[in-house]
């Protein structure tokens, strides 16, 4: 993590895909609306990672809703993130509320909830949603829009 008042890291630099997602650095920049309510979505509908059983590749679409508090986090160093999950093996469960926590922890948002609707292995679909708690009030909270599992796409 970066202090938000030093140059981003990534910003305009040339920067390789981390090893792992615990190598991966996220920057964070000060909030340029500070004192204000309001919401930022970031969708990846192409994320993947890997089953930590078989190794096999699990796709998912996650959707990061947050509520920012001093700072916001660079979009890509969060890519970049995000990216890092290639090669990592981890269930659904720990991969979806792993990413919620760490965001959490290091940016302090006033609010922040993610989504993370996995595509079917074995025949199952699997959606796992973690939030930090209960939205601020006054806060508008748009569906995540992702359908349930019907052939998502």
């Given at each position: ?7 981003p ?6 920067s390789p895909?981390?090893?792992?997602p ?29 089953c930590?059983?078989?190794g ?8 990061i ?11 890509k160093?969060?890519?970049l ?7 990592h ?5 720990d ?15 006033r609010w ?8 079917p292995?074995?025949?199952i ?5 973690w939030?930090s ?17 019907r052939?998502r796409?």
């Open positions: 993590m970066t202090d938000a008042t030093t140059t890291l990534h910003l305009g630099q040339h895909l981390p090893a792992s615990d190598l991966a650095v996220l920057d964070y920049v000060p909030n340029p609306r500070e004192g204000t309510l309001y919401l930022v979505r970031f969708a990846a509908p192409e994320f993947t990672s890997l930590p059983v078989t096999q590749p699990d796709f998912a679409h996650l959707v809703d947050y509520a920012p508090g001093e700072t916001i986090v660079e979009s160093s969060l890519k993130f995000l990216g890092a999950f290639r090669n093996a981890g269930f659904h469960e991969v979806t509320v792993g990413i919620g926590q760490r965001l959490f922890a290091e940016m302090q948002p922040l909830r993610i989504g993370g609707y996995w595509y292995r074995g025949g679909p699997i959606d796992v949603f939030q708690g209960a939205p601020p009030e006054g806060l508008w909270l748009p569906d995540q829009g992702v359908a349930s599992y052939g796409g």
